[in-house]
């Protein structure tokens, strides 16, 4: 099942069309693909990046409640350990 679409107008200056035709025909591609294929990959990277962003609004909201936390030394120390043959646990959160 494919998606419905809608048609979107967009200006660029008249450089990066020139760019954009010339990167089209090295690929055997249409500029209107490589354009719709570039605005999708925008559109998941600023996603993930909210997605990010919120995760740590989210920790800080859980530390500011339960001051639960893990200091940089224990964090590092278990990093430092992993991929040897002493991997430590990961450190568990305190107070």
């Given at each position: 099942?494919?998606?419905?679409?809608?048609?979107?107008?967009?200006?660029?200056?008249?450089?990066?069309r020139e760019k954009l035709k010339?990167?089209?025909?090295?690929?055997?591609?249409?500029?209107?693909?490589?354009?719709?294929?570039?605005?999708?990959n925008l559109i998941e990277q600023?996603?993930?990046?909210?997605?990010?962003?919120?995760?740590?609004?989210?920790a800080l909201h859980h530390y500011?409640?339960?001051?639960?936390?893990?200091?940089?030394?224990?964090?590092?120390?278990?990093?430092?350990?992993?991929?040897?043959?002493?991997?430590?646990?990961?450190?568990?959160?305190?107070?």
């Amino acid at each position: 099942m494919t998606a419905t679409t809608f048609p979107m107008s967009i200006r660029i200056d008249a450089g990066a069309r020139e760019k954009l035709k010339q990167i089209a025909a090295r690929q055997k591609r249409t500029a209107h693909a490589l354009a719709t294929e570039a605005i999708n990959n925008l559109i998941e990277q600023e996603e993930k990046k909210h997605a990010w962003n919120q995760s740590c609004v989210d920790a800080l909201h859980h530390y500011d409640e339960t001051g639960l936390h893990a200091t940089h030394v224990e964090v590092m120390t278990w990093m430092d350990s992993l991929g040897t043959e002493k991997e430590l646990p990961t450190p568990t959160c305190h107070r």
